[in-house]
């Protein structure tokens, strides 16, 4: 088994996740590269974007939507991501083999699974070339069904309720109406949309693009990105055993936990050489999400819950050798606050540095440091 350490591991990751800010970068390739970007708040979509272009271009999530090089949808974990149209199938494919909505306790908690198929029948119809807010879709799918019950259904936390719809191929957002959601189907908004391929066809594919920028990783890492652990465990061995007998993935170990990679990577992880400089990268990115908050590799332990705090939030963090070592804010007046752990060390000539790049030198620094 090839012995890697964490410390070439996580400079390669910092690599592969454009973090080296590499020309050539645009929106399309870096939401592909990392497996989607989460998008549940547009602006920390945008900024994840634009710390990975060479210059901090704002708005290219949103002229990438327009073009329809990316599709805004509930995915990964329920939450909303910016995926490309590629790769949108097969991730939303996996995400719908857990069948989350058959379980007793999500229907006990949001609606049968009865519901959710009339639901999904009038949302298919519905949506066929079209282009409804939240309000039309909940009153097309009351008009086709013919059920006024779930009128109530779809107007308390009818989110959730439309989340499977998603997962299924069904739904996604659609185009921006001032400050009104906007839905559509996949199939309307890109050309050439096929649906979604069988969950064995699609974990060939996406199983080894997460291995491409959070690699390497166990299973369980793999399942906690996708579903929070909910997938089915023989599925998840299945694909996992087919992989490796195919020769994609090679079992690695990571001084000494054992973890799969792309068999492709391993000469690179075991050569990656650190990535000079700091990143202040926003809420929500997916260098900490890849991975996971319980990553202590990337989070210290210790600091988790300055990272991953109360309702769901994920701070804003400073990277430093591919460790999260801070985290910071940036108020209306471009005022860059940093909090820095102890073990961050001496980094205030890079902090200043990328805080000058995101503010276009026009901000103010303060940095304080956690005892």
């Known amino acids: 088994m090839v012995e890697l350490t964490w410390d070439r591991v996580l400079s390669w990751r910092m690599r592969r996740q454009h973090l080296d800010r590499p020309e050539g970068t645009t929106a399309e390739s870096i939401v592909g590269r990392l497996c989607g970007v989460q998008a549940q708040v547009a602006s920390a979509a945008d900024q994840a974007i634009a710390a990975r272009l060479p210059a901090p271009v704002r708005g290219e999530a949103a002229k ?41 306790s999500w229907q ?95 974990a060939q594919r996406v199983i080894p693009a997460y291995l491409g920028a959070y690699g390497p990783a166990t299973p369980a890492s793999f399942d906690q990105w996708l579903l929070r652990g909910g997938s089915k465990k023989a599925s998840l061995k299945a694909w996992f055993a087919s992989l490796v007998a195919s020769g994609v993935l090679t079992e690695v170990s990571v001084d000494g936990v054992a973890a799969y990679a792309r068999t492709e990577d391993v000469d690179d992880l075991a050569a990656a050489e650190p990535v000079p400089g700091v990143r202040l990268l926003p809420a ?12 202590e590799h990337v989070v210290p332990p210790q600091r988790r819950a300055l990272v991953s705090k109360a309702a769901g939030w994920i ?16 108020d209306d007046d471009d005022k860059v606050s940093v909090t820095l752990f102890p073990e961050a060390g001496d980094i205030a000539g890079e902090l200043r540095a990328e805080a000058d790049r995101i503010t276009g030198g026009a901000g103010r620094l303060v940095v304080d440091r956690l005892p």
Do not use: Y
């Open 64 to 104: 990438a939507l327009d073009r329809r090089k990316l599709i805004k949808v509930w995915a990964m974990r329920g939450t909303l991501h910016l995926l490309t149209v590629a790769a949108a199938p097969d991730c939303l494919s996996l995400v719908a083999a857990a069948r989350t909505w058959e379980k007793a």
């Open 284 to 295: 929500f990115d997916q260098f900490v999400l890849g991975p996971g908050t319980r990553d």
């Open 315 to 330: 701070s804003p963090v400073v990277v430093a050798g591919g460790r999260v070592v801070g985290v910071w804010e940036q």
């Open 108 to 202: 006990k908690t949001f609606a049968t699974a009865g519901q959710i198929a009339a639901i999904a029948d009038a949302t298919r119809e519905a949506l066929d070339g079209r282009t409804l807010t939240r309000e039309q879709l909940a009153s097309e799918i009351v008009r086709r069904t013919g059920d006024d019950s779930l009128a109530e259904l779809l107007g308390s936390g009818w989110g959730a309720v439309l989340k499977p719809l998603a997962w299924q191929g069904l739904l996604c957002n659609g185009p921006s109406d001032g400050n009104r959601i906007t839905f559509t189907s996949p199939r309307t908004w890109a050309g050439g949309w096929a649906g979604l391929p069988e969950p064995g066809e699609a």
